[in-house]
């Protein structure tokens, strides 16, 4: 037997060099590697020997050869042990990277995303002091909206400190800043994807858009085409029935605007430039189409194959909640709840859910016409609009909703100082009561009577019906009266009826267009606490993207080609962007 002079530092029994014993880093022979279990009985020379090196092993182990083998037959246990730490590592690292989005596109998720467009918090002030009062409720009466209060929002476009709509919604479409003007693309002028596209796409969700505009209207329009100018209505339509490479992503939209789909060969019903039906081609694609209140009262709820739908009541905007007639048009809250019955039909039993778009449009054409009063209603029909949608999602755990202003309209202030002197701390909400008709109604009638009336008749119709009939104004002095008769030009007319109505309430306009003044934010169910505080307006539909596990760079780059401009001239809307001076008097053969 070889005499070992120093110790071992490893007995390698699997190595390539055999069973052979290494002194440091040097492998050397032993006679205790070349004895087998068996041979240690063969004999007492043999065991003798074998005896002498295993105590020499054992001297510089403290542990014996045996028990060293016993942990050699052992290894299997530490390998697989090692190779779960290996797999939870790895598990760790793919359910962060990539995991999160997967195990989201596997939960059922509806998203209802409210934008109330130009309502500032000013606004909000007004509605609740006017409601609190009028209905004699408590000074801590809190509106629908003044419960779900979480943060507010920041508004400004790409180009400017003051958004307009089509910069606003597509910052929440498409979660970028873009230029005033812009639906659904980038600074860059190339279509982005929108979360309404990838929701549909990327997670087989149903789709809607409520809205009481036109449907082909900036925030709409914004979540469903992409044109470089949001005067491309024309455009926009042919978007909304699937005319480009996604087909169609929209699957129900409720509003106004059905003359955007009708051909120009039919100039009682049509505002298009050309001779597009596009009314008929939805119908080919699919679409149940309806246009009246009778056939919205009609649509079952529990009918799974309604889908696609497009209910279309008027033929540009819808009416101002205080002019709406009941018998001819729903309400915003009536064509909400109608929309979550029928996408919440449409996906049961199914992994996935729904996003839908609701928008109260006409705030903010109240709004631009300085219009308290109309803005007043509309901004109360919002609000039931929210208690049905909290409603919904209080009876379905997997739903958020969120609600926001693109941004403020009018520069609104619940005050106006009307002399010289120190001003009256007060304003009048019981002013507000007796209106009962829009300035955009009133104005129409009274633009109607200007060419065959006497100016005889039009000072008795101001002063016998418009002023203390329709806007509950018993004071109106003979200045004010003649004035209102005598002016032909919309606009002029428009001011001289604002004034009357704000100036009585003591409530304050800074302009006819928008403000650059933040916005609240409300929020509602499955991680509405995510959003609380102030955000930028682009944080909003990173919200929603990281909720649904959406990729909008992935849509984005399927329909980097599509068209983004309309063959026909777009129709320009008129003065400082006023969006509702394009309503009824300048369609006189559609309404």
Known sequence: MSQLNGPYSAIARDSNEGLRVHFGNEPRDSEAADIEDNDLFEGSTQLTDAMEVADSDTLYYGISLGTRRRMHKGRGFWVTVALLVLVSVVGMFWLYFDGINWMQRSKKRNVILMISDGFGPASETMARNFFQQTNNLSIGYQSPLDQILVGSSRTRSSDSLITDSAAGATAFSCRLKTYNGAIGVTEDKTPCGTILEAAKLQRGMATGLVVTSRITHATPGAFSAHTLSRNMEDLIAEYQIGNYSLGPVVDLM?????????????????????????????????FRTLSSRKEFDSL?????????????????????????????????????????????????????????MIEGSRIDMAAHTNDPAAHLRDIIAYW?????????????????????????????????????????????????????????????????????????????????????????????????????????????????????ISDRAQIGWATHGHSAVDVNLYAYGKDAHVLRGNHE??????????????????????IKGERVTQQSAPVQEAWLGRRDVDAPEHYPLIH
């Not at 109604?441 to 101001?462: A, E, K």
Request: contains cysteine; aromatic residues 8%; negative net charge.
């Open 384 to 500: 039931d609009t929210v208690a049905v949608v909290r409603k919904f999602v209080d009876e379905h755990p997997d739903t958020v909703m969120i609600s926001v202003s693109d941004h403020e309209t009018g520069g609104f202030s619940v005050a106006k100082q009307l002399t010289p002197t120190y001003p009256e701390y007060l304003w009048k909400p019981e002013v507000l009561k007796p209106v009962r008709h829009s300035i955009e109604y009133i104005s129409m009638q009274l633009l109607g009577q200007s060419g065959g009336d006497s100016q005889d008749t039009r000072y008795r119709f101001v002063r016998d019906t418009v002023l203390p009939d329709w806007m509950g104004i018993k004071d109106a002095s003979h200045e004010e009266i003649t004035s209102v008769a005598e002016e032909t030009n919309s606009v002029r007319l428009r001011q001289l009826l604002s004034t009357a």
């Open 300 to 356: 079952d709820s529990s009918d799974a194959k309604l889908l696609p739908l497009l209910g279309l009541m008027a033929p540009s905007h819808m009416d101002y909640e205080i002019d709406r007639d009941p018998k001819e048009q729903p309400s915003l809250a009536e064509m909400a709840d109608k929309a979550l019955k029928i996408l919440d039909t449409s996906t049961k039993n199914k992994n996935s859910g729904f996003f839908l």
């Open 254 to 286: 409720f509003g106004g605007g059905r003359c955007y789909f009708m051909p120009n060969t039919k100039p009682e019903s049509s505002c298009r430039m050309d001779d597009r039906d596009l009314w008929k081609d939805a119908k080919s694609a699919g």
């Open 537 to 558: 307006n682009t944080e909003i539909g990173q919200f929603i993207i990281d909720l649904l596990g959406l990729d909008l760079d992935l849509v984005t780059s399927k």
